[in-house]
Each structure stands twice: as structure tokens, then as C-alpha cells.
């Protein structure tokens, strides 16, 4: 028996912060004097009103959660949060299409950042606020939000946290769940307001500085700009937001111990390693490849490199240089770092460097295995047995993830996409990184693809973010079994 | 509060569930893997992969933070040396579980508190207690006793004879008698309500009364219940408990113990002089009819399977026997054997967890029982000085709703509590609680 009316209710309760979220973005209109404000008054409150009554009339709901409500409510709360985002969108008549809008919002909140808008620029203010605002909720999860200020949830909240964060292992930082998902945002709110602060300095003026600190520290991608980063010709701006990108691809829970000065923490950490090692490696490469192909100065050809692989590994998608422009290998390249996605515990994407690890350690293991049939190889991480619990997980998650790919690529060039074109936009949306490859790379964007291409990707998008068994699980006839 | 529990044994994850619910803090140590996920994805708690023992673990646990260290492993030895190092570690509180009595004598207790460990608990010692102290009130389910008998928490279950069913909490109260008893909770298909005035009681209730001294026998009268003269015992399983329990009972009842494993049985009986120990299988019908079942007054079941021991109980209630206490260790077999009949259950980890629950509360509490069968607790409260149950009448106080005052101790006499009833300081108070509420309750007490 599911618990309907839990469900609904905190459901109710998600969409009135989603509301509320929309005010915010009513000063920013009023500052700088566009009329659009009434716009988010009035999505706003539609949002406000729909959800404070759901949760109003199912205040008095049993308050136990299990795993099946869990997936569930994080799923609806995803695409609802979606559904309603759009209003902005619509009401302003920015994106007039219903079809359009859903694209965009779910791109924000899945942080994304794949675009159907030709002419970001010709956006007001708020609109563009409101833009990166879905993505800066969707960097970290509302649930985790909704947990942080909800105190009703004790037991049903560890659920709907398992579903919304699935990560591979989970690192609580205080006992309480409340007190983990606190932190959680305390430390991305502070890192946030450190990039504006540095933007700020850096040249870029309050509202642009505002929305891409928004953005990066979502991994979301969205840019204020048509050119996204390429329009500041500022390698300080850049480097700037480099660094904020690594951190945010970072396992939050490293970025905790790092705050209290706990460094060896940070550095005996196996993922953090590869994760820098895997940017190192590529960075080099890459910035190589650049040196040797184009007419640029060490520094830029550096420069650019690291910008583009810490873009794309951290699944942010800010774009400096169109890589399809560069030699064609190094666009392979791009491609292939569009797999591994940023830690576990980040707001990154992807498949997760501790999942592309665990799977490289135990093929190569399987090999010893054969060797001693009847040796114990388990595998280890972090200096610690794994669980082949673990082990079957990760498996199945990376097959799921490419089984999908498979078939939504198969899907795609059925919409008469080429196969870069279906492969590169599928990649990018699983992924939840932004620019793809053929016609829906960097220089393009997704305004063309089919309606029926946009919802099917949107889809993607946040089968990617929940990380797949969440929203998988729910298409499972065993899900459903009494 | 802080709390640091080691072990996620049945008693661990049964504090660390409880605990957890009424907002603390909780870390739980424990070397167990499967264990650790269990409790670590079903409760809000922070879990942590380890020995207790080891002192980099305690400390990865912020002992110096923790208000109370809990060590309930299944190692006695590991629990009294994690104990011992969390107290010197920084934990301010800590409580050992233990299996060996010798320990609780008070020169022995006194040199463990100058090692560290501030109290040590033998829940099978305790569970053995209860069940000599049920058998003197065999009509009852359970009896909780307070201020040394003064006021008495009974639960019993109405069968179709009770003259109550279907009767209002206004019917059979009598206006001009004093208050001699209260229900405090009904039970009714795994859901425990505190009744108001107008609640009815139905066949099949399990009901929760709080009296004073005097109201015992007029109790009885309207449960339909007479109470029965124990004197010919069975207990079936020479665990700690059936053997400790024998052993009290021994002097002033006939006493037969049957236990299967005939190496334990022969020691068993080489300690126990005033039982008479048989071996054999306890769930062999020929056996037991021979040993004579049918003229038992109290079958007693305490192996260490809870299957066994509510067979082997339903099987005495059919040969006739007035009286049944099973142990019962599976959480959720507690509600389903009561409804089939069996009188008692008793359970340790709900024994433990209740004594260990009672340093958890920021007020002074002198007892705490968690109780079987509900998920509700009955505590006794001290009323501090200034608290703010003092400060008016039961009636104009916001207490919570789902906790009932039962009854008030004030100096040598005891009463029952009405609306108009004034806490006055140091009064002992009987609180019934369901979960979740314990801790407000608490608030009005401090």
C-alpha cells in the first residue's frame, strides 16, 4: 500500500519552495525596471497556491515513508518541479512553446544547461535570473533542500535522500539526516557566494557574476550570454571558474573536511585522486594536441585545454573554444570524458569517477580471477574491501547507462539525426552536460530537434540526474506488486 | 543529545530506532556489515563500520561530544573495555551491558564506576524478575510496579466474561467513589489510543490501568479475571533467564525445568537445588504430558527461540494451563502471539532498552518501561521544583495529547490523577506515553 497522501503532501510542500523561489526573482526585475515582474508574481503564486493546498489538505497524512514512496516522490517532485518552472517561461512569452519550455526547465533543474533559446541576450533579467536559479536548485536537489528546513521527516526522509543523492556509498556528515542535508547546502551556499565575490572582482558585473556562480556550482552550464564563457576574453574569469568547477565535481562530503581543515581526509581520498589524475592526463593531452594543431601560446593552448576538460568532465558544459572546431581527435576526446562525470557526493553528472573506477579495478581483477579460480579477489577502494554488492551495482548501473545510449541513439537518428548528431545529443543529456556533438554542438543548440526528440531527451535528462534506478525502478512490474 | 551506541545487535537497533525518534543524536559502531546497513538505512543515524573497542573508532565517533555511550555488543568483555576507554575518551555517560551478576554486586559495581562505566545492565537477570513478580498477579498481562508498589501500572486483555465490554469510560466510573484506577491506553489491533470519556472498551482490548494500592481487588472484579494461586511451574529452556527465574521461584513454588541439551542440563541442576531439572525436548508432547502439563498453574517458555517458545506455549493453554509466559525476541511476533492467546510475552531487548532509555531523558525519571505489545512507554517523573507541570491544574495545562498522567505519589500516599488534580514539587508522576511524545513529556517535568 503507497501513502498516497504523504506522498502528495510533501509534494505539496516541494512546490510551494519552488514558489517561493520564483519570488526571488521578482527584485531582479523591479531592479532593473523591467515591467515582467507580475509574471513571477503570478507564476508564483499559481505555484504556491496549487501546492499549499495539496499540502494543506493532506497535512494530517501518516508520516511513514518507505523506499517505493521515496522513488516516487523524488521522481514526481523532479517532474513536477519542471512542469511548474515552465510558467515563467510561458506567462512572459519568452518561450511561448509548452514543449520548449519543458526542455529548458528541465534542462535547468537537471543542470544540464542543453539550450533551445537562439538569442539568450534578448532575454529580460529576470528571466535569466529565474534560468539559473533552476539549475542552482537542481545542483544539490530540493529534497536535500526540502530535508535541510523540514523537520517532519525522520526515518522517510533517509529514503527520499537514498533516491534523490544514489551515489555509491552514502557519507552522512551528522547523524541526523536534517543535519547532513544543512550542511550539504551550507557549504554550496558558501562556496557560492565565494565565486560571485571573486566574479565580481574579476570583472564580470553583479547580475552576470550572480547567475554564472549560480550555474557552475550547479555543474548546470546555463550562460547569460549566447557565447557563454568565450564572451569574457578573461583568462582571470576563467581560471576562476575552473576552480569553482573542480569543486563542485567534488564529493561534497571532501569539501566538508576540507572546510575544517581536515586535509589528509581530502588527500587519502582513492576518487579524489583519479579525479584529479583523470583532469591532469586529459589537460595534458589535449593542451598538446592544441599546441601542436592551432596557432596559440602555451598558456592559451593550457588555458583552454583545462577550461574545456574540467567543463566537460565536471558535466558543467560552459564552453570557452567550440572543440568541434579543433582537430578531430581531441573532439573524440571530449567525447570520451563526457562518460566519467564528476565525483559521487558532487553536483556533477555522468556515470561518476568512483563508478568508472570500481569498474576498470574489477574487469582488471576478473582477469586475476580466471588465473586462481578459487582465490578471494575482492576489490578495494579507499584502502577498504568492497562489498561485491557494490561491485554488482556499479555493473548494472553502467550497463543500464549504456543500454540507454544504445537505444536513444537508435531513436534519434530515426528523427533523422546523423549518428554524431544522435549520439552526441543523447551523451550530453544522460549525462546532464550541455553541448553535444554534429548539429547540436556548441555553436548550435537544440531548438530543432522534433517535439517529440525534446520530451524523449528531457526524459533522459532526468533519468541522468536521478541517476537511473530511481526513475527506472518505477518501470519495473515488481515496483508495482502488491 | 549525543549518543554513541556500540552494537547494532537486537538491543542496539532497538535504542538506535527508539532514540532515534525522539530527535537524538545517534552514532552507532558496530563490525557487522549486514547489521550496520540494516539499521544504517532504516533509521536516521549516522553509522559507523568498526570495533568499539578501538579507540581511532571511538574517536571517529566524536566521543568527546557524546552525552552517553551505550555499549551493548554481543561481547560482554568488548562492552565493559569500550565502556571503560569512551568514559576516558571524553563520553560523560556510559552504560555497559553485561551477563555476568558477580558484577552488579555493589562492591564490585563501585569499583567499575571508579573504572568508568556508570551503569551496567543484565537484562536477563531483570526479564527473570519480572516474570517472579507477573506470576504473584497471574491475571494480569503485565504489572509495573512504582515508588515501591504504591501505584501499579496493570495490563490485562478483556475476554467475552469482562463485565466492561462495551461500556463507556463514564459508565463504569462512579462519581462519588474515589478514584481508585484510571485506564490509561487501550490496545486495539496493534494500535494504542488513550481513551477520553467516552471511548468505549471491546472484547479483545488490551487495557492499560494505572491504581493505587486499594484498587487491585475491585480490578479484578471488572476485568472478569479472578487471580489465580500459582504453585506447580514449568519452565521450558535453561537459559539465563529460565535458570534465574527457577531459581527464585524455587523456595515457595514447585518448580520443574526441562531443558534439551543434557551436558547444560546436569550443570544446570548441579546450582539449582531448588527446581527439578529434565531433560528432554521441550516441545515432545509425551514428554511434558508425562512431567504432567495439564496440572501446571504457569508454563514459563524462555528458549532461545521465540518459535519454540510460542508453540510450546499455545500447546500448555490447551492442556489447560491458567497461565503462559513466552519469550518472545521477534519484534514482530509480539502483538501476533498476544492475539493468539498467550498471556505474556517478554521480551529483553525492550527491557534493556527501557533502563537504558531512562538516561537519555533530561528530567528525572525514576522508571521507564517500555512495554510489550504497545510501542508506548509508562515512566515515573520526578516533579522538579519550579517545573511546569507545577504551575497549574491538569485541566488548564497544555499537555501532550498523546501521554496521559495516570497517578501522583506524594509523600506516603498515592492517588490517582484528575483534571483538577495540582502536581506539586518532588511528586512522583506515572506518565503513559506513545512514542514521539517522551520527550515533551519530559519538558514539564524539568
Known sequence: ?????????????????????????????????????????????????????????????????????????????????????????????????????????????????????DDIESLSHGILFWRSITQWIGGMGMIVLSLAILPLLGIGGMQLFIAEVPGVTYDKLHPRIRGTAARLWLIYIIFTVSEIILLWIAGMDVFDAVCHSFTTMATGGYSTKQASIAYWDSPFIQYIIIVFMIVAGTNFTLSYFALHFRFDKVYNNEEFRYYIGFIFVFTLIIGLGLFMSLDLNPEEAFRISLFQVVSIITTTGFITSDYLSWISVLGVFIFFLMFFGGSAGSTGGGVKIMRVVLLIKNSALELKRLIHPNAVIPVRFNHQLLDSQITTNVLAFISFYLIIIVISMLGMSALGYDLDTSLGAVTTCIGNIGPGFGEVGPAFNFNHVPDIGKWFLSFLMMVGRLEIFTVLVLFSPNFWKK | MNIIIAGAGAVGSHLAKMLSSENHDIT???????????????????????????????????????????????????????????????????????????????????????????????PEMIAAKEIVGLLSHAGMSDVVDFSGGRLHLYAFRLDEKAPIINKTLIEISDPDDVLEYRAVAITRKEKTIIPRGNDKFLEGDMVYVITN?????????????????????????????????????????????????????????????????????????????????????????????????????????????????????????????????????????????????????????????????????????VAKQDSPITKSSLRDMDFPKDAIIGGVVRGNSSFIANGDTMIKPNDRVVVFSLPGSVGSVGKFFN
Open chain 1, 1 to 117: 500500500m503507497l501513502n498516497t497522501r504523504m506522498i502528495v503532501n510533501i509534494l505539496g510542500f516541494l512546490l510551494v519552495i519552488e514558489g517561493l523561489f520564483m519570488f526571488l526573482s521578482i527584485p531582479v526585475t523591479l531592479i532593473y525596471g523591467e515591467s515582467d515582474f507580475t509574471v513571477f508574481l503570478i507564476s508564483g503564486g499559481i505555484t504556491i497556491l496549487i501546492g499549499g493546498i495539496s499540502w494543506f489538505f493532506t497535512r494530517d497524512a501518516q508520516k511513514n515513508l518507505y523506499r517505493r514512496e521515496g522513488y516516487i516522490i523524488v521522481t514526481l517532485g523532479w517532474l513536477l518541479f519542471s512542469l511548474f518552472g515552465t510558467l515563467p517561461f510561458i506567462i512572459s512569452g519568452s518561450i511561448p512553446s509548452f514543449t520548449n519550455a519543458f526542455f529548458e526547465t528541465m534542462s535547468g533543474f537537471t543542470t544540464t544547461g542543453a539550450s533551445i533559446l
Open chain 2, 213 to 381: 494500592k486499594g484498587g487491585v481487588n475491585n480490578l479484578l472484579r471488572y476485568t472478569g479475571k479472578e487471580n489465580i494461586e500459582v504453585r506447580n511451574i514449568m519452565v521450558m529452556g535453561g537459559s539465563r533467564i529460565g535458570v534465574r527465574t527457577a531459581q527464585d521461584l524455587g523456595d515457595q513454588h514447585y518448580v520443574k525445568l526441562i531443558e534439551i541439551d543434557r551436558e547444560k542440563s546436569y550443570r544446570i541442576s548441579n546450582h539449582l537445588d531448588n527446581a527439578l531439572v529434565i531433560n528432554g525436548d521441550g516441545t515432545n508432547v509425551d514428554l511434558l504430558n508425562q512431567e504432567g502439563l495439564s496440572k501446571m498453574d504457569a508454563f514459563i517458555a524462555v528458549t532461545g527461540n521465540s518459535e519454540t517458545n510460542i508453540l510450546s506455549c499455545l500447546l500448555a493453554r490447551k492442556m489447560g494451563v491458567k497461565k503462559t509466559i513466552a519469550e518472545v525476541e521477534n519484534m514482530d511476533y509480539i502483538s501476533l502471539s498476544e492475539n493468539i492467546g498467550i498471556d505474556t510475552i517478554i521480551n529483553k531487548k525492550l527491557i534493556a532498552a527501557g533502563r537504558i532509555f531512562r538516561f537519555t531523558m533530561s528530567s528525572e525519571v525514576a522508571i521507564i518501561k517500555c512495554l510489550t505489545g504497545t510501542e508506548a512507554e509508562v515512566m515515573e517523573f
Open chain 2, 28 to 122: 552507532v559502531i558496530e563490525n557487522d556489515r549486514d547489521r550496520l546497513r540494516n539499521v544504517g538505512s532504516a533509521f536516521d543515524i549516522l553509522s559507523l563500520e568498526g570495533n568499539a573497542s578501538s579507540i581511532g573508532i571511538l574517536k571517529e565517533a566524536k566521543i568527546k561530544k557524546a552525552d552517553i555511550f551505550i555499549a551493548v555488543t554481543q561481547s560482554e568483555s568488548v562492552n565493559v573495555a569500550s565502556a571503560i576507554l569512551a568514559k576516558e575518551l571524553g563520553a560523560a555517560k556510559t552504560i555497559a551491558r553485561i551477563d555476568n551478576q558477580e558484577y552488579l554486586f555493589p562492591a564490585n559495581r563501585e569499583m567499575f564506576q571508579k573504572k568508568g562505566i556508570d551503569y551496567m545492565i543484565y
